[in-house]
T-cell receptor, first 111, second 116 residues
Framework: SQQGEEDPQALSIQEGENATMNCSYK?????LQWYRQNSGRGLVHLIL?????REKHSGRLRVTLDTSKKSSSLLITASRAADTASYFC???????????FGAGTRLFVKA | GAVVSQHPSWVICKSGTSVKIECRSL??????MFWYRQFPKQSLMLMAT?????????EQGVEKDKFLINHASLTLSTLTVTSAHPEDSSFYIC????????????FGEGSRLTVL
């Protein structure tokens, strides 16, 4: 399968709460990326974390990377209804230049 | 950020007809573009890698005669679904790579194809 594993598959929270999404992968990576997709739209690149980085911040987003466990997490703090979307982790395929996406987490933030 | 334009955003066609989807990079030159297919509530599945001036590279299981890809210029790649059938109905998304080293992609808005 091209895809990595993401959990949860779906997440429903109240506005103001934090949302955490996890991603696991099986091969070595140079970097890991997170994307967001609003329903019926294209994807938007959120953040890239390199393999030698452990944590990265961008606004309300916090991404961590644990290469020993081959996992990453995306934390959205103080969530808003507008954060409702699907979130995907992605990585380059082994030895190549193709970006492979995880299964995604569907986040629903209730106002 | 870089802008990728995809057209049409949705199309409905009769079974047996062909449909062309265009993907343009508006403010940068993309020697490589990628075409993905997405089923409802699922992830993106890479269909093919489109290389400017050369033949596209298709993923295993993707019929190259069914999904014709042309990348005639540094800013335009097209996907033609030939002799479309209802099972080809899907959401098709193109993307352009700004840096093949990082894999960071800029996406079009997608094209919803419905084959009757």
């Amino acid at each position: 399968s091209q895809q990595g594993e993401e959990d949860p598959q779906a997440l429903s929270i109240q506005e103001g709460e934090n949302a955490t999404m996890n991603c696991s992968y099986k091969t070595s990576i140079n970097n890991l990326q997170w994307y967001r997709q609003n329903s019926g739209r294209g994807l938007v690149h959120l953040i890239l974390i390199r393999s030698n980085e452990r944590e990265k911040h961008s606004g309300r987003l916090r991404v961590t990377l644990d290469t020993s466990k081959k996992s990453s997490s995306l934390l959205i703090t103080a969530s808003r209804a507008a954060d409702t979307a699907s979130y995907f982790c992605a990585r380059l395929n082994t030895g190549g230049f193709k970006t492979i996406f995880g299964a995604g987490t569907r986040l629903f933030v209730k106002a | 950020g870089a802008v990728v334009s995809q057209h049409p955003s949705w199309v409905i066609c009769k079974s047996g007809t062909s449909v062309k989807i265009e993907c343009r990079s508006l403010d940068f030159q993309a020697t490589t573009m990628f075409w993905y297919r997405q089923f409802p509530k699922q992830s993106l599945m890479l269909m093919a890698t489109s290389n400017e001036g050369s033949k596209a590279t298709y993923e295993q299981g993707v019929e190259k005669d069914k999904f014709l890809i042309n990348h005639a210029s540094l800013t335009l790649s097209t996907l033609t679904v030939t002799s479309a059938h209802p099972e080809d109905s899907s959401f098709y998304i193109c993307s352009a790579s700004f840096s093949l080293n990082t894999g960071e992609l800029f996406f079009g808005e997608g094209s919803r194809l419905t084959v009757l």
